[in-house]
């Protein structure tokens, strides 16, 4: 392992959401930060979306919302990876695990952003739980993967985005505790969430979001408000850097946005 965040010469920045449009709402304004500051960037959805409609097939929805979610990374720039599992099967089982460990190594992110550990729902805090596994075996070597994958050993930096509405899924209030300006690429992130047309009418009628793209902008208009400097933020919390990097110095959302990442003030308070 390196170091320190100063000696790292390579960036990847890998994006792991449970559905497509979960990685839109929440941590697509970062990820476009990163590969602002020359990161080259990964989307990864682990489940194909053949729940999310009252309209089509199982296999249909899955068609069109594989579809959605890689036209939205296409206007990202980043590589799009294939999901492995259905809407609702998320499960933190041994083989998940193994086909997550074996996209993590084959990735190499130094920068991982997944879903927070508390949410509503249970596919996202999997989603969280695996792919915070799934990077922590990356180096050992008797962990099998699916398919089989190189061992890989480089530092890494875990990021938990927001849940949705701020919530835990009691509905107690979840401070981050670091906020990202991303004023500027907020009509990129918008443009990406659009992507995701099939969406309007099962979000509105299922979770009453009656606009889903006023839903994301209002939550990032709201961070903005609580980091009390931006005006759309993402919020984070850093994963404890044991067992991925050798010191939690090791910070890239610090040392590679600058100004436009800071402490929340009020962390330690909200604990």
């Known amino acids: ?64 919302r594989g579809e959605e979610a890689a036209a939205a990374a296409r206007v990202a720039g980043a590589v799009w990876h294939s999901p492995i599992t259905a809407d609702l099967e998320i499960f933190y089982s041994k083989e998940l695990l193994a086909r997550v460990a074996a996209e993590i190594r084959a990735v190499q992110p130094t920068v991982l952003l997944v879903p927070a550990l508390q949410d509503y729902m249970e596919d996202h805090v999997n989603t969280a739980r695996l792919a915070v596994t799934g990077a922590f075996v990356r180096g050992m070597r008797n962990f099998p993967a699916i398919p089989d994958a190189p061992i890989w050993e480089g530092e890494m930096a875990l990021y938990h985005a927001m849940p949705h509405g701020a919530c835990d899924a009691y509905g107690r209030p979840y401070f981050p505790q670091r906020f990202v300006d991303i004023t500027a690429v907020i009509e990129r992130k918008t443009q990406m969430l659009a992507q995701h047309a099939s969406q309007r009418g099962w979000l509105r009628d299922s979770q009453a979001m009656d606009s889903y793209l006023q839903t994301m902008t209002d939550s990032s208009e709201e961070l903005g408000r609580m980091s009390g400097k931006f005006r759309y933020a993402e919020g984070w919390r850093p994963h404890s850097h044991m067992g991925f990097a050798s010191s939690a110095a090791f910070d890239p959302l610090k040392d590679l946005l600058g100004d436009m990442s800071v402490e929340n003030p009020g962390w330690a308070q909200s604990l």
């Not at 392992?1 to 994006?15: D, E, H, L, V, Y």
Request: hydrophobic fraction near 40%; include cysteine.
């Open 1 to 64: 392992m390196t170091n320190s965040s100063q000696s790292q010469t390579r960036w990847t920045a890998m994006a792991v959401g449970a559905h497509p449009d979960d990685i839109e709402f929440g941590m697509a304004g970062t990820l476009l930060l990163l590969q602002a500051a020359g990161a080259e960037i990964h989307m990864w959805n682990l489940a194909d979306g053949c729940c999310g409609t009252r309209e089509m097939d199982r296999a249909e929805t899955a068609r069109v």
